[in-house]
């Protein structure tokens, strides 16, 4: 075993849109587990939009990461050191790793992953944390019924591919959004939705007039990743008693979108708008796991991944989610 583990620390708090110089790459001294613990090598590392959060020390609901730290973030990784009975040397786990090779965790920290079940690194993605989002926000929020119409952005990313799909299982007419021609090809063709609109090659009044031809019979239920030109082309399509389950806002994260809103759709169709955040769902997960990984086994639900190779990229790779340059759940392959 190396003697040396590699972190990426926040170098400095970005200001608007972050660059590779706000981290580092940094090497330390290998830490051996205590009692209850475990070293976890990491072999993938996920890149999430919430970790730009992170990196800001204004108002949140959670703590940022300090300066001269490690970022935060999901890993997926073997267990190669184990002073816990439990968790032996060989397991694969799920753990709040960070950005680094290597982890040591409490033994009770750590989600053991099967990898019969899947690719390993779909915890991060379809049957992790994102694949959570989606259906928790979906079902619990947005409600959705057989002949609705569901509207969801990001349509191929992380959340949104899994909401889409789940949609079209559950009998809705789903519309994506999405930011490419090749992203919604992949909407429909590869993920079943009915129709799919690139925001790329609209403004917020055509995309609106897009939208209300896509969604002949008006919109049900909204599930908003992004906010913006996007939102602002949704609300006046919205029916009477529409869901708008409000899980991201990236196009806000950067603090550069400044698009007005008129929420008078919102009054008159009397519309539920609910905002929430997967970690304070916990007992969400086993339903979700349920009813979520059967469907990626029998290949009922698709996922695409974008995959990134060395720790060492992930900053670079980090900043592709908010210029729309992700194609799938974004993970970094660390070894
Ligand atoms: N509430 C929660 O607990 C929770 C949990 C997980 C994720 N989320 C949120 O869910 C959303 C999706 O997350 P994800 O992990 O699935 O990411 P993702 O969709 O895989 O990647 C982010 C995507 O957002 C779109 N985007 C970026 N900047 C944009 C802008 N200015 N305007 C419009 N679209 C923009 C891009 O897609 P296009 O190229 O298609 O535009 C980009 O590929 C994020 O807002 C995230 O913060 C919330």
Known sequence: MSDTATHVTLRRRPHGMASADDFEVVSVQMPTPGDGELLVRT???????????RMSDGPSYATPVAIGSPMVGAIVGDVIASRAPSVPVGTVVTTSGGWRSHVIVPASAVRIVDPAVAPISTALGVLGMPGQTAWYGLNRIGHPKAG???????????????VGQLARLAGC????????????????????FDACLNHRAHDANSLRDALRQACPRGIDVYFENVGGAVLAAVLPNLNVGARIPLCGLISRYNGEDQTPLNLGPLLANRVTLQGFIISDHPEAFPPFIAEVAPLVQSGQLRYREDIVDGLENAPTAFLRLFRGENFGKLVVRVG
């Open 43 to 53: 072999r993938f590392l996920s890149l999430d939009p919430y970790m730009r959060g």
């Open 148 to 162: 609705e119409t569901v509207v969801v952005a990001a349509a191929t990313g992380a959340v949104g591919s899994v």
């Open 173 to 192: 007419h789903v519309v994506g959004i999405a930011g490419s021609d090749e992203k919604c090809a992949h909407a429909v063709h590869d993920l079943g």
